[in-house]
């Protein structure tokens, strides 16, 4: 969800984005705060969280929406995976303080996490990586401390299953993403790309050689597996609302040049389609809160606050959406059950 308007932004570009961190994770923080979501390792991610303020109900709801959707999504996948009796790996693209991992390593399928990887800039991965080595709640996650190692001058991390990793998602993958996943990414396992709010930071051909480039790394195993991948971001920007959503963000040095080729929702499948996914689906978070939220949730969250912009509310999460979709390497009778992967329609109300 877009950051409130008064936030302070240096001249530098990079900068504007790596803020935008800081502002997914203090949404994050604010939800938990109010009770929409759970999440016991955030505040261990953002320095004196118990002091930051909490955000507008708007927001909060849209950290829910959006949370909720993509975790039932990763949870499906893990459950598939355990069903065919496989471990995966999971690679989170633009991670920032996202604590996915942690939720998952304390959950109940951390048997099926082979290997959980991580990338950002630089600066973004030294702050985590501080952070972690500085919490007890979030280290001992990782295992025991002879275990985690900071490596690469503070721009890296790693443990047994978890490695937070440092680069710039815009470089050629061959030259950039290659040499620090290699010989930490099997080529036969499962593997969920994790994509929320980053690509759309990016020029259209960067992301696009980015999932290029997994496609090819996966088409070429002899063990042959599934690539499946999960966007999360803004799209259809073009109408009126998107249009002061994108001046908003210009005036924080902030650009959007990766929604520019999605202007409806049903062409977001088409940056999976092209590169030869066996299917992709996408859906917008108010297609998501209409039909796929319960019911008891929905009058759960009526009770925490007061929301008075049902309109606005409803304008923005028509202009967030989640798009999933999955490339299958294996023979159709193994992949069937991939077919099957996304959201549930709720059921009707109790008469
Ligand atoms: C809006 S935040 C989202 C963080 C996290 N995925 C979440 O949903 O909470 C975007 C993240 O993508 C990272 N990012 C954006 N462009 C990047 C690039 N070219 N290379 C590496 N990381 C990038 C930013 O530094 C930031 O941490």
Redesign the pocket.
Known sequence: MLPPLSRQRGPDA?GA??Q??T???LA?LSAVKKGYIEDPFITHLIPRAQFQPTRPPLINIGTYVRSKSIDALVEQWLEFCEQQNTVCQIV???????TRFWRINTGPRSHVLKSYLE???P??VTRKAMAIRKSKELSAVLGSPESIVVASGGTALHSAKYHLL??????SPSSSLAPILDGLLSQSLPTLL?????LV??APE?SSALVDWFVNYFSSAQDRSILGAIV?EMFGLQDAFGQVMLNNLQSRNVSLPGAAPYPTVESLPERFTRHGFTFAHALTLSEVREKYISHSELERMSHLELLDEVEELNLVLKHYAITWGAKTFMPVHKSSLWGQWGLSIRPPPAP
């Open positions: 990079d984005i790596r935008t961190d502002d997914a994770a994050r989170s693209l633009g991670a920032g303080s996202d990338l950002d800039f600066d973004v440092s680069c710039d998602l815009r470089h994790l994509c929320e709010c980053v930071y990016m960067s999360y």
